[in-house]
């Protein structure tokens, strides 16, 4: 039960500090703010006042339902595994082992420890040194787990076999340094090291949508309605000029002046300024809509259509498209339903037509010229021209694909 309401600013402040004290990177207090910083907002933008679990979980889940579990979701649930220790003051100085419990064996025991001064000795910071505390000790308990209760006893067949038993495959990583520690410091006389798997994480694809369905998206939308001459505009400032949601709902009326042809908006995500032209075509769907909009003190260009008119959030834009990806009869399958689909598409439909990578990341206000790699992996077209046809499987291989039987030597 939460024992005192604390200010988001407070919560956030509070926080922070507790990681900065507990050795974490400048780096990753940084990433922790800008999460924080989403978490909040969402709780402003849905008029709450203050920071509650159950807000949070509410939060989450609408996340989830937006875009799915992906990596993001993983680092926002953190973040509010943090601030509900912080608002409720069950901090703990020493968190999780991740929700494993390892007993492993007194030898076992100091070889983890002596491996973890020295991470310490190197420079680490605390966290990753827990973290490869927590990855050493699992491989550890694995191996007492196929009998091997001795590090005298260790045998390739063993490294092998504990690291299969661990689900959690960015852990190989670090058992892969702890294993050359051990060569190095003398405790075996080989280096295990290399038999362990390399794992990389897989890349998302990013969802995205043809310009025959962005076109049936747009076309189902009623702009005889005030209702739907908002969703439209909104939208083709995601489809046709690829802002970010909270870009969209954070542009003001001076932004998008009737007798200006561009805009020029500090990006929220990068603080960077982003200079483009209006299309003519958001320019019209811009023009109509403020023949609706409420006749209010509100700077924002988009506002909720009853009072009192607020401006829109984020929720709001992505409520409607997915309702609009439904109308049209698009089945998204595993394709997100947010905003920022419509941005993916418009980079897919950008590379695709042979326009540079730079140009694409200037256009979507990147800061990062790092982000053209990303743009690289759904240029499609160019990169079905180096499309490798394998070769046909023979011998063994061939056998164990169809269901044949292999051979007791060859496996």
Sequence with gaps: MQKEIKSFECLESELLEKLKLRGCTSTTITGYRYLCNSVISWFKENGL???????????????????????????????????????CDTWKEVHSDKGKHFDISEEYNILCN???????????????????????????????????????????????????????????????????YLFSSGSTDLDYSTLVPH????????????????KMIESVVDTTTALGKRDYAKILFASRMGLRSGDIVKLNLKDVNCNQCEINIIQEKTGNLLHLPILQEVRLAVNDY?????????????????????????STLRNALRKYISMAGIIPKHRKCGPHALRSSMASSMVNAKISYEVVRKVLGHSS????KHYARIDIENLRRYSLQPPPPTGEFRKFL???GVREDAR
């Excluded at 990389?200 to 995205?208: N, Q, T």
């Design 49 to 87: 006042s203050q920071y509650t679990e159950q807000g949070a979980n509410q939060f989450l889940q609408e996340y989830v339902d937006n875009h799915g579990k992906n990596e993001y979701y993983r680092n926002l649930r953190t973040v509010v595994f943090r601030l509900n220790d912080v608002a």
């Design 114 to 180: 002596c491996y973890c001064n020295f991470a310490k000795e190197s420079g680490l910071a605390s966290g990753s040194i827990r973290n490869k505390r927590y990855a050493v000790s699992w491989f550890l308990s694995e191996l007492e787990a196929i009998g091997c209760c001795s590090i005298r006893q260790l045998v390739p067949s063993n490294v092998s076999t504990a690291c299969l038993r661990i689900t959690d495959h960015n852990m190989w990583t670090e058992i892969r340094g702890f294993l050359k």
């Design 199 to 214: 794992f990389r994480k897989p890349y998302v694809i990013p969802s995205v949508y043809s310009l025959e369905e962005i």
């Design 290 to 314: 403020l023949s609706v909009r409420p006749n209010v003190k509100c700077d924002r260009l988009f506002l909720n259509l009853k009072a009192p008119y607020l401006a829109v959030t984020t």
């Design 402 to 404: 169809y269901g044949g």
């Design 369 to 372: 010229k790092n982000a053209i």
